[in-house]
């Protein structure tokens, strides 16, 4: 089977009702990015950031998976696919997609501080005092700016094995994530879908200036023919 690797940003979610980070009423309105998704800003003021994920946790539970999302699953029919996602969300999930790479953590997540690698499920709001079972504070499971991508050379062998690749509402701004582009093998077909394209045209780079929820079945569809 031949594989396909999906990278996804914001974007892909902004039509469940997910504002993204960088468009005019973004994610970030009305907080400093350092603020509120920062170890700076964690230590700083921890009921700021706990509210912050709070308020984006309780919001998730109400949105669903979009066309965008669920027609990447039609791909899995006839090819191997794996999402590369920088969202937080678990829209992927929810549509059926099977294999998911989180490259800055899971909204539906918390972690120890004691052991990093002590990970819990948690669908509901996170507040100080709530503690793991070594007594220390839980936060989220998220990749803060200025904090390692546990799961980029992961992501990177999964690219540099990819026959096709589509990427999906993301404004390629923020590395090690937009890197990725980098590592396909030679020449293979790229499929880059966002209604304000930040890519420069190039060969076997097919550019669809649309919504997910248009450009991605129509990409799924010429997929499947
Ligand atoms: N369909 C597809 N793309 C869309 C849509 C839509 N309906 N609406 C907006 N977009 C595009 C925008 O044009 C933009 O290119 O989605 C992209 C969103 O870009 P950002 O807000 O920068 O989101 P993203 O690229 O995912 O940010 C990367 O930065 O803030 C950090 O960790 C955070 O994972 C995030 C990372």
């Known amino acids: 089977m031949k594989k396909i690797v999906v990278l996804t940003g914001a974007g892909i979610s902004a039509e469940s009702g997910i504002n993204t980070f960088r468009d005019a009423n973004g994610l970030w309105e009305g907080h400093d990015i350092m603020e509120v998704a920062s170890?700076?800003?964690?230590n700083n003021n921890p009921e700021l950031v706990l509210d912050f994920y709070n308020k984006r946790r309780r919001q998730l539970l109400t949105v669903n998976p979009n066309k965008g999302h669920i027609s990447l699953v039609k791909l899995e029919e006839q090819y191997d696919v794996t999402i590369i996602t920088q969202?937080?969300?678990?829209l992927h999930e929810r549509a059926g997609s099977d294999k998911i790479v989180h490259l800055h953590g899971e909204l539906l997540k918390v972690r120890s501080q004691f052991d990093e690698n002590l990970i819990l499920d948690w669908k509901k709001d996170l507040n100080l005092g709530d503690s793991c079972e070594h007594n220390s504070q839980l936060r989220p499971h998220i990749v803060w700016f200025g904090e390692m991508v546990p799961m980029m050379d992961s992501?990177?062998?999964i690219t540099e094995n990819a026959d096709?690749?589509?990427i999906i509402g993301t404004s390629m701004q923020v590395y090690p994530a937009a890197g990725l582009l980098q590592y396909t093998k030679a020449n293979i077909p790229v499929y880059f879908i966002d209604p304000n394209p930040a890519i420069t045209p190039s060969k076997h780079l097919t550019i669809l200036s649309e919504k997910a929820t248009v450009g991605v079945p129509k990409v799924v569809d010429s997929l499947l023919k």
Do not use: C, E, R, S
């Open 164 to 166: 096709i690749l589509m």
């Open 155 to 157: 992501a990177i062998t």
């Open 39 to 42: 170890p700076i800003g964690w």
């Open 87 to 90: 969202n937080v969300d678990d």
